[in-house]
């Protein structure tokens, strides 16, 4: 008796979708993107993305949950193996710049749709944001003892803001040299080497 082959399954779909809506919706926008439209570019059908997600909408958590996860587990790595707060804060914003610039569409993407995701997923992100940013406001409070806590987070987000700052301008430096910039740019902001 003859048995028939099962079907093989691609391991890496769900990646495929993943990088697909990300493209996608960087260029196109949340609500100009289909799910036929992300199918089509991960090269499955669009009902093939039901097998592992609900929508487009879980789609983007999955995304932005990822990234969130991996920038807590690398920040927790530095904060346990980092020789001295100096060198903790230098290789946080090198992992920042790195998402800004190596995972560009990602980060444009969540800084433009977060706010497309039902309430309690954006409420859930937004607070692994918040705990990732106080690790840095905490560290700063710490190197710069004469800061209070709102001055400590007002220069974290400045700092954030300053590796973000080229997200939707391609201002034609090559990747390692814009990495380079950005790095230099945080830095400034959190040594306060210009604090009247």
Known sequence: MAVAAGRTRDPD???????????LVARNGFHSVSMSDIGSEAGITGSGIYRHFDGK????????????????SQEREIL????????ALAELVEGQVEFAVGSRQLAQVYY????????EDQVRLRR????YLEEW????????????????????HAAIGA???????NIGLPADRLRAVL??????VLSLTSRA
């Open 13 to 23: 779909r769900k990646e495929k979708i993943l990088r697909a809506a990300a493209d």
């Open 57 to 72: 909408s879980s789609i983007l958590v999955a995304l932005f949950d990822r990234a969130m996860d991996d920038l807590r």
């Open 80 to 87: 346990e193996h980092a020789a001295d707060l100096g060198q």
């Open 112 to 119: 433009n749709e977060i706010r497309n995701l039902p309430d």
């Open 128 to 131: 692994k944001q918040r705990l």
């Open 137 to 156: 406001v905490h560290i700063v409070r710490e190197i710069h003892p004469d800061l209070d806590d709102a001055e400590a987070r007002a220069i974290v």
């Open 163 to 169: 590796i973000q700052s080229t997200l939707f301008h």
């Open 183 to 188: 790095t230099r740019a945080a830095r400034s």
